[in-house]
């Protein structure tokens, strides 16, 4: 099936510092990849549709400017938390689609901001 | 707008015991179905979906669901449940006619008791 990485998977770091993720398809390429912020114990809260090749579509109440999402190839999209917060501290995942309607979804990255 | 509701936030059941894990959703249009199963500190795993054709659907784990349109629902159910199967499972909806948004229930959580 689809797999989908993301790097680092768990990442500390200083209050206003930056952050980079990378999310790649490894087995297929992804013209849409897709950012999921998670809180404990809650849902998937989507961030940002991903395109390859144009600019992000941010959802309502996400800072474009915070949350800098590059889709450089059809395998890879990076999103930068810029200026991190201990507020910005969450469970990020990643997701692309194969085809035109499932998702496959990375093994997520856990960011603790000090 | 879609919305998908998922009214059991925990459902305890014993190791060996039968499960429904209930999934009903609103839209006015069409839709795809899915369920994803996510493990502690894991992205989500597709764990099985519907797009078209027999409306009862099957994992490779044994899990089965079933799209009832008339009832607008998914349940996921499982003849005999395992303690590996411990772990949060999201129902999801997206649009049919190319690629649209997912929108995913709150989740539920399955916890086996051996």
């Known amino acids: 099936g689809a797999v989908v990485s993301q790097h680092p998977s768990w990442v500390i770091c200083k209050s206003g510092t930056s952050v980079k993720i990378e999310c790649r398809s490894l087995?297929?390429?992804?013209?849409?990849m897709f950012w999921y912020r998670q809180f404990p114990k809650q849902s998937l809260m989507l961030m940002a549709t991903?395109?390859?090749?144009?600019?992000?579509?941010?959802e309502q109440g996400v800072e474009k400017d915070k949350f800098l999402i590059n889709h450089a190839s059809l395998t890879l999209s990076t999103l930068t938390v810029t200026s991190a917060h201990p507020e910005d501290s969450s469970f990020y995942i990643c997701s692309a689609i194969e085809g035109r309607e499932t998702q496959y979804f990375g093994p997520g990255t856990r960011l603790l901001v000090l | 707008a879609q919305s998908v509701t998922q009214l059991d936030s925990q459902v305890p059941v014993f190791e060996e015991a039968p499960v429904e894990l209930r999934c009903n959703y609103s839209s006015s249009v069409s839709v795809y179905l899915f369920w994803y199963v996510q493990y502690p500190n894991q992205g989500l795993q597709l764990l099985l979906k519907?797009?078209?054709?027999?409306?009862l659907v099957e994992s490779i784990n044994g899990f089965e669901a079933e799209f009832n349109k008339s009832q607008t629902s998914f349940h996921l159910r499982k003849p005999s449940v395992h303690i590996s199967d411990t772990a949060e499972y999201f129902c999801a909806v997206t649009n049919r006619g190319g690629y649209q948004k997912v929108t995913f229930g709150t989740g539920t959580k399955l916890q086996v008791i051996p």
């Open positions: 087995d297929f390429q992804a013209t849409t």
């Open positions: 991903s395109n390859e090749g144009s600019k992000a579509t941010y």
């Open positions: 519907y797009l078209s054709g027999s409306t």
